[in-house]
C-alpha cells in the first residue's frame, strides 16, 4: 500500500509524489519541496501508478482550478484507492476542505469523471459543464463511496444542457449537492440498474412545482434510489418521477425516501411506482410517523383523522389506518396487491385473522371480489409457510360482511370486514397478511392492526 | 364483459362460443352442441373478438395438443388487460377448479410457446418436445403484470423457460427435466409454489448479465426439485445491479445452496438471501459485497438475541479473503426498532470471535446509527467510522457468550449526541475486515 499526496503548487512528476509510508506532522515539515506531492488529482491519477488499496491524501488547503475543454476522468474502477483530505497542520487528522474546480473553456458540453472508490472531504466545483461522478458501467465489484464531499456545479449561458450526472453503484454519506438556480440543470441518474444510496445528504437545486430533481437515462430503469436523512428543503421540487419516465422494463425500480426532510414540492408529482415495488416516503417531515407508498395502480397513505377505535396505533395516542387509493389501472385480472401486516405469532390451533375496512359517505358495500385477503403462516414442522385466502375466483355479488366496529373521521361509514381461519396445523412464526384489490377507482382506509382470535 | 367458452372437440367459429351471460350448470346441461363452444384456447383468443373485462371459461376436461411445425405458437393477448381465463368443473360450471390442459408439440425441429395473459386460474400448460423455449409470460407491457394461479407449467425436454414481463405465480407447479430459467428485468413474485426438476448441480435459474431481475419466492416447496437455485459465478449476474433473490419460508432440497450464490448483488436495505427457509425455520443467511452472515444458535450472547422469545442466535460474519474491502466497505443493516432516542442514549454492539483471535480494530468494523431528530425533521447520523486508517482495537467487552472457545470479546457504541425522539432507529454495520470471521449479537443493547 502506499500514499500519495496532493496539494496545489506541487510540481511531482512520475511516481516522486508517491510514498512507502505515511507522511506524518504538518504538510511543511513532512515536504521540503514542491516536487515532492502532486499539484492536482490528475496529475496524480496519471502519474502515480496507483495500485488497489493505495491512498491519495490531498491538503485541505488545495485548491486547485483546472480547464479544459474535452471530457476528463480522474480515476478509474480498474484501481481501488481512497482520496481523503487531511488536515494541512497535521496530516494525521482528517480535514474537509481540499478542492478541485474546473471549467469548460469550450461552448459543447464536456463530463467530468471521477471514480475514486472511497473519497472524503472534497470539494468538486464545475463551471459550464456537466458533472458525471463515480462513473462506468459494469464496475467490476465495487461500489463508490463519498463522505462529507461537496458537488457544486454552475452554469454560464453558451452551454444549453448540463447536468449532474450518477452513475455505477454509489454510496453518497453526508455529501452536500448544489445544482445552484439554474433551471436547465438537473440530477441525472443513469438509471440502469444501479444502487443509488445518500445518506445524511444536502440536496440544492432550483424550486419547481412540476420537475422532478432527478432524470433517469439508460435503456433499462431499474435503478434502486435510497434517501435516508437527507435534506431536501433547498431543492423544493418533486422527488418521485412521473409517468413519462416509465417504460415497461421500470418494475424493479424503487425510490425510498426515510426520514428526510421534504420541501413543500416534494410530493407534487403523480408518481406511478412498480406494481409490486412502491416508491415511498417513510417517516418524513410531511408524515413523520408514517410511510406513504406508490404503487403502479394505488396510493397507500396512512391516516391519523381516520382510524377505528382500539385499532393500529403508532404511539400510545396515535391512532391510525391506511388509505388506500386504488386507481384505474386495478381490475379483476390485475389486482392492486400489498403486504398489509406482518408479526410473529403462534397458529398451532386454528386461528382467525380479521381485517376491518370503513369507506366514507355510505358507499356502496363492497364485494368478495372486489377485496380479498391471503394469509401466510408457519407450518408445524418445517418452513414452509401455508397460504390461505379470501380470493373469489369467479365474479361474486356477495357483500362482504358489515362489521360493528367503531371508526372515528368518517360520516355514514360503510363497515366491513374480512376473515380467514387457518385450516392447516402452524406454529410460532411469522405471519403475514396481504390485501388484493379488484376493483378501480376505489378508496377506502383499512386497518393495519390485524385481530386475531 | 362477455364469457367465452373452450372445451376440447368444441366446434364453434366466429364468436359462436361468446355469451353475454355466463351459464349455469353444468357443461352437458348448458351446451347442447359442440358449436356452441371453442375447441381450443388459440382458436378462442383468435376469434372470439375479445374485450376488457371477458373471462374465457375452460372445462376442466379441455385437453387440447397443439401440433405446430417448426414455428412459434403464441397463446397469449396483450392487448386487453382485463382478461381472465378460468378452468371450471365440467360438472358445476359455478365452481373454478384446475385441470384444463393445453399441450405443445413441434412436429418438427423445436421452436418457442409463448404464453401471455393477464390472468389465469388452473390451467396446465404442457411442451412437450425436446429443446423448446417455453416463454411464460412472453411479453410484458407498460406497468402490467402477468397473474397465474394454479397453474401448471409441464417442460420436461424443453430448455428454456424464458420470462419476458413481470409475474406473479400463485399456488403454480414448474416440473421440469433440465431447464434453466431465464429472466429479463422484472419482479417475479412465486407464492407458495412447487418446483419439480432433476437433481442436478447446475443451477435452476439464470439470467442475463446487465439485467436487473427481482424473484422473491414464500412458501414454496423445492423439496423435489434438488438443485442449486443459482450459479456461483458472478457474471451470471450484474454485481452493480439492483438484483434480489429472496427465499423465504420454503421448503428447500438438500442442493438447493449447494453453489454459493453470487455476491456482488443486493441492496443493504433488503439484501438477498434466506429467510426463515430451510431446515430452520428460523434461520437467516445473507450474501453480500464482500461478506455473508448466517444466524447461528450454537454461538450467541447470554441475554442477547432470541428468534423467537426462547432461542438464542447470533450472525455469523464472514468477511471473504476479499482484498478491496479495505477501501470499499460493505454496510449492511444489523436492527432496526422503534425506541426513544434522546440525547445520551447509548446503542451497544457486541461481537466476538473464536480461539483468541486477534482482536478487531476501530477501522475494519464500524456501526453507524440513525435516529429521528426532535428539531430538524430528519434523522440523524452518527457514526463510529474512521476515515483514516487505525490500528486501535475496539474496546474488550465484559459479556459473556455461548458456543466459543477463548472468545475475544469487544463491542461499538454511539452515545447520541443530539436531541432525538421517539422514531425508527436503524442500526448498520460496516466491514472493512478481510479475510475474518466473527459473531454479532442482532440485539443492540440501549442505555
Not at chain 1, 438537473?186 to 445528504?201: P, R
Not at chain 2, 406497468?143 to 394461479?149: C, L, Q, R, V
Not at chain 2, 469487544?410 to 447520541?416: C, E, G, H, N, R
Request: a negative charge.
Amino acid at each position: 500500500m502506499a500514499y500519495a499526496y496532493v496539494k496545489s503548487g506541487g510540481t511531482a512528476t512520475g511516481t516522486a509524489g508517491k510514498y512507502t509510508t505515511a507522511k506524518t506532522g504538518s504538510w511543511s515539515t513532512a515536504f521540503t519541496n514542491v516536487n515532492q506531492y502532486y499539484g492536482d488529482l490528475y496529475s496524480c491519477y496519471s502519474s502515480a501508478s496507483l495500485v488497489d488499496n493505495d491512498i491519495v491524501y490531498v491538503s485541505d488547503e488545495h485548491n486547485y482550478n483546472g480547464s479544459i475543454s474535452s471530457d476528463i476522468s480522474i480515476f478509474s474502477y480498474t484501481v481501488v484507492v481512497r482520496v481523503i483530505s487531511v488536515d494541512n497542520d497535521d496530516l494525521s487528522v482528517k480535514s474537509i476542505g481540499a478542492k478541485e474546480t474546473y471549467t469548460n473553456l469550450g461552448t459543447s458540453q464536456v463530463n467530468f469523471n471521477f471514480s475514486a472508490s472511497f473519497v472524503y472531504g472534497l470539494i468538486f466545483e464545475l463551471t459550464n459543464l456537466s458533472g458525471s461522478l463515480a462513473v462506468n458501467n459494469d464496475v467490476f465489484p465495487e461500489n463508490y463511496n463519498f463522505y462529507n464531499c461537496t458537488f457544486k456545479t454552475t452554469i454560464q449561458s453558451n452551454i444549453a444542457v448540463s447536468k449532474f450526472r450518477i452513475a455505477g453503484k454509489s454510496n453518497f454519506y453526508n455529501c452536500t449537492f448544489d445544482i445552484g438556480l439554474a433551471t436547465n440543470y438537473t440530477f441525472n441518474i443513469l438509471d440502469h440498474s444501479y444502487i443509488f444510496v445518500f445518506k445524511d445528504c444536502v440536496f440544492i437545486a432550483p424550486t419547481s412545482q412540476t420537475d422532478c430533481l432527478w432524470t433517469c437515462v439508460g435503456g433499462y430503469y431499474g435503478a434502486a434510489l435510497f434517501f435516508d436523512g437527507c435534506d431536501f428543503s433547498q431543492a423544493n421540487r418533486p422527488l418521485l418521477l412521473g409517468a413519462t419516465s416509465w417504460n415497461s422494463d421500470s418494475n424493479t425500480r424503487r425510490i425510498v425516501y426515510s426520514r428526510c426532510l421534504e420541501g413543500s414540492n416534494s410530493r407534487n408529482n403523480t408518481p406511478y411506482g412498480s406494481i409490486f415495488v412502491p416508491f415511498e416516503f417513510r417517516y418524513c417531515s410531511r408524515s413523520p410517523y408514517f410511510i406513504t407508498q406508490y404503487y403502479y395502480s394505488a396510493i397507500l397513505d396512512c391516516s391519523v383523522s381516520v382510524y377505528r377505535i382500539d385499532g393500529a396505533e403508532y404511539s400510545n395516542s396515535l391512532r391510525f389506518s391506511e388509505k388506500i387509493v386504488v386507481n384505474a389501472f386495478a381490475s379483476l385480472a390485475q389486482p392492486f396487491t400489498c403486504k398489509l401486516s406482518e408479526f410473529y405469532y403462534d397458529t398451532s390451533s386454528p386461528t382467525t385473522f380479521t381485517v376491518e375496512i370503513a369507506q366514507d359517505n355510505g358507499a356502496a358495500l363492497l364485494t368478495e371480489s372486489d377485496i380479498s385477503i391471503e394469509v401466510y403462516h408457519i407450518d408445524d414442522t418445517t418452513s414452509k409457510a401455508h397460504r390461505k385466502s379470501t380470493c373469489s375466483i369467479l365474479p361474486s355479488s356477495t357483500s362482504l360482511p358489515t362489521s360493528s366496529k367503531t371508526w372515528v373521521g368518517l360520516t355514514n361509514p360503510t363497515i366491513q370486514y374480512l376473515s380467514i381461519t387457518t385450516t392447516e396445523t402452524g406454529s410460532y412464526g411469522l405471519c403475514s397478511v396481504h390485501i388484493n384489490v379488484s376493483v378501480p377507482n376505489l378508496t377506502f382506509y383499512v386497518c393495519p392492526k390485524v385481530d386475531i382470535s | 364483459m362477455a364469457f367465452i367458452y373452450v372445451k376440447s372437440g368444441g366446434t364453434a367459429t366466429g364468436t359462436a362460443g361468446k355469451y353475454t351471460t355466463a351459464k349455469t350448470g353444468s357443461w352437458s346441461t348448458a351446451f347442447t352442441d359442440t358449436s356452441q363452444y371453442y375447441g381450443s384456447l388459440k382458436y378462442c383468443i383468435t376469434n372470439a373478438s375479445l374485450s376488457e373485462g371477458d373471462t374465457i371459461y375452460l372445462s376442466d376436461l379441455h385437453n387440447y395438443t397443439n401440433a405446430i411445425g417448426n414455428t412459434s405458437f403464441s397463446l397469449e393477448v396483450t392487448n386487453v388487460l382485463n382478461l381472465r381465463i378460468i378452468s371450471l368443473d365440467d360438472d358445476d360450471l359455478s365452481v373454478p377448479n384446475p385441470g384444463a390442459k393445453e399441450i405443445v408439440t413441434f412436429t418438427s425441429g423445436y421452436n418457442s410457446f409463448f404464453i401471455t395473459f393477464p390472468y389465469v386460474y388452473g390451467v396446465i400448460f404442457e411442451c412437450t418436445t425436446m429443446n423448446a423455449y417455453f416463454r411464460v409470460p412472453g411479453s410484458s407491457a407498460l406497468g402490467t403484470y402477468k397473474f397465474f394461479e394454479k397453474c401448471s407449467f409441464i417442460y420436461e425436454n424443453s430448455y428454456f423457460w424464458y420470462m419476458s414481463g413481470s409475474a406473479k405465480f400463485v399456488e403454480c407447479l414448474f416440473q421440469t427435466l433440465n431447464t434453466t430459467v431465464v429472466t429479463d428485468y422484472k419482479i417475479y413474485i412465486f407464492q407458495n409454489c412447487s418446483f419439480i426438476s432433476s437433481t442436478s448441480t447446475s443451477s435452476f435459474f439464470n439470467s442475463y448479465s446487465n439485467n436487473t431481475c427481482n424473484y422473491i419466492f414464500d412458501g414454496c416447496d423445492f423439496s423435489q426439485a434438488n438443485r442449486p437455485f443459482l450459479p456461483n459465478y458472478a457474471n451470471d449476474y450484474n454485481y452493480e445491479a439492483n438484483q434480489r433473490f429472496v427465499i423465504f419460508r420454503s421448503l428447500e432440497s438438500a442442493n438447493n445452496r449447494y453453489r454459493d450464490y453470487p455476491m456482488f448483488w443486493g441492496v443493504e436495505e433488503d439484501p438477498s438471501g434466506f429467510y426463515l427457509s430451510g431446515s430452520d425455520k428460523n434461520s437467516i443467511s445473507v450474501k453480500n459485497l464482500g461478506i455473508t452472515y448466517d444466524s447461528t444458535s450454537l454461538v450467541y450472547r447470554t441475554d442477547g438475541a432470541t428468534s423467537n422469545g426462547v432461542d438464542y442466535y447470533s450472525f455469523k460474519t464472514i468477511a471473504l479473503n476479499y482484498a478491496n474491502l479495505i477501501t470499499c466497505p460493505t454496510v449492511f443493516k444489523l436492527a432496526e426498532f422503534f425506541s426513544m432516542a434522546a440525547e445520551g442514549t447509548t446503542f451497544t454492539v457486541e461481537i466476538a470471535q473464536d480461539d483468541g483471535a486477534t482482536p478487531l480494530t476501530d477501522y475494519e468494523i464500524y456501526m453507524d446509527v440513525y435516529y429521528m431528530s426532535l428539531t430538524k425533521s430528519k434523522s440523524i447520523r452518527e457514526s463510529t467510522i474512521k476515515i483514516l486508517p487505525s490500528s486501535t482495537s475496539l474496546p474488550t467487552s465484559s459479556k459473556t457468550w455461548v458456543g466459543l472457545t477463548n472468545p475475544t470479546k469487544q463491542y461499538l457504541s454511539i452515545t447520541l449526541s443530539e436531541l432525538g425522539t421517539f422514531g425508527l432507529n436503524s442500526v448498520y454495520l460496516g466491514i472493512r475486515a478481510v479475510n475474518k470471521t466473527f459473531y454479532v449479537c442482532p440485539k443492540v443493547d440501549i442505555s
